[in-house]
Every structure is written in structure tokens, then in C-alpha cells.
């Protein structure tokens, strides 16, 4: 798949077939973020990859995350949920060392996420970025270091869904259909390009 269409077909996926992700395929992932654009080159995040059995479940408890089919009790289904993840971290130590201000870390990790997700695609594999997580709860259940900080998490996994691209109409929130589909409203492409003098 060419890049333009891998970045076009890319949607977020919630709810994932019981299939493992190979940690070779998890290894390339995070070489296209090492090699992802950052400011000054300085290069102060790091990347823990999740992938064993016991410990997914203790992440999937501290982010949120609906799974598209939920269990009676609204809790997802154990076997929907993410296969893996790629937690983003950021070594607080190195980044105290630069001049640079925090905003220049969330551009990196927004940066090394889209090569990240753009790469699991094109081997078949979905992602979902999440900001809601427990940053104490998993530090603690991770191991992680006090001197490193939770960026953001990515679920990873083969999709078991396939969300519907919609034109935006009066609302950006993506819902979900009878079929259980979910649809992602975007904005058309005049509405937001503009060229040259903006009026
Ligand atoms: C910075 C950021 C934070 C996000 N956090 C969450 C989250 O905590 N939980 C979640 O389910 N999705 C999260 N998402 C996924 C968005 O909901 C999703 O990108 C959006 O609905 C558009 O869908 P698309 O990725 O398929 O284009 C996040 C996305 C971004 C860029």
C-alpha cells in the first residue's frame, strides 16, 4: 500500500480479533517512531511494548477504551480487546535537559505515533491512540521509572471492525449504527484547505 492510502484508509480501531501481534511486527513499529521527526533531535521519548498475556488485562483496566461489543455488564469483551500496546514514554531526565518547552514533546510524541500507526496498518494491523489512562495506576503495574512519563498509549491489534468514513454534517462525534458499525464523521477537504491569502 502506498503511503497516501494507508494514511487515508487508517481508521481508529476499538474492538480486535483474538489473534496475537507478532513481536516482530511490534520491533518495526517502534524503529519507524525511533526514526520519527523531533524537535532538536532530542529525542527524549522511549517506547514500552506490552504484549504478554497477563499484563494486558491490568492495562486495559486503567485506560478508556469501549470495545464495539460489550459484555452484559459493560465491561469489553476480554477477547476484543487490544493485543498489544505501545506505550510512548517520555525519559523526564533527558527532556530536563534541553531548553525546549513541553509543547515540543507532545509534537514528538504525536509525530512518532502517526509513523507508528501508519506502519501497523500497512502490515494489517489497527491502532488506537489513547490519552485516558491512569498514569499512576500503570507506572505502578508497568514498572516504570519516576524519572519517565506516560505519554500516550497505543492499542494494537488485528481489527475485528470496520468503521465507516462519513461527511461531516452538524457533529464531529462518531456514532455507531444498528449494525454496530461505528461511523467517523471528518470535515471535507474545501472546508479546510485553504491556499494562499486565507479570504
Ligand atoms: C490525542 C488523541 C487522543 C485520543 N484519545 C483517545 C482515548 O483516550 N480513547 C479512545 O477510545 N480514543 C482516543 N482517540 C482516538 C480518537 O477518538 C479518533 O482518532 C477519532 O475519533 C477519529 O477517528 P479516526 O482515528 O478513525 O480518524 C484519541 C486520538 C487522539 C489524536
Not at 533527558?94 to 531548553?99: P, V
Not at 507506572?139 to 488485528?158: F, M, R, S
Request: net charge negative; with cysteine.
Amino acid at each position: 500500500m502506498d503511503v497516501f492510502k494507508v494514511a487515508i484508509k487508517r481508521r481508529s480501531i476499538r474492538c480486535f480479533k483474538d489473534v496475537p501481534v507478532p513481536y516482530e511486527v511490534l520491533k518495526g513499529c517502534v524503529e519507524a517512531a525511533r526514526l520519527a521527526p523531533s524537535g532538536g533531535n532530542w529525542q527524549v521519548l522511549e517506547y514500552l511494548v506490552v504484549d504478554d498475556e497477563q499484563l494486558l488485562p491490568l492495562v486495559f483496566n486503567n485506560i478508556r477504551f469501549g470495545t464495539r461489543r460489550q459484555a452484559a455488564e459493560g465491561e469489553a469483551l476480554p477477547s476484543d480487546q487490544p493485543k498489544a500496546y505501545i506505550i510512548t514514554l517520555v525519559n523526564t531526565t533527558l527532556e530536563a535537559k534541553t531548553s525546549r518547552s513541553k509543547n515540543v514533546t507532545f509534537y514528538d510524541i504525536g509525530l512518532a505515533n502517526e509513523n507508528i500507526m501508519l506502519v501497523a496498518w500497512e502490515r494489517g494491523v489497527g491502532s488506537c491512540p489513547i490519552l485516558w489512562f491512569d498514569q499512576e495506576a500503570l507506572k505502578l503495574v508497568l514498572v516504570i521509572p519516576d524519572n519517565y512519563e506516560i505519554g500516550l498509549v497505543l492499542a494494537l491489534g488485528y481489527p475485528d471492525e470496520n468503521p465507516v468514513l462519513d461527511v461531516f454534517c452538524d457533529s464531529t462525534s462518531p456514532w455507531v449504527d444498528e449494525k454496530g458499525e461505528r461511523h467517523v464523521p471528518k470535515r471535507e477537504l474545501r472546508d479546510i484547505m485553504h491556499r494562499n491569502r486565507f479570504t
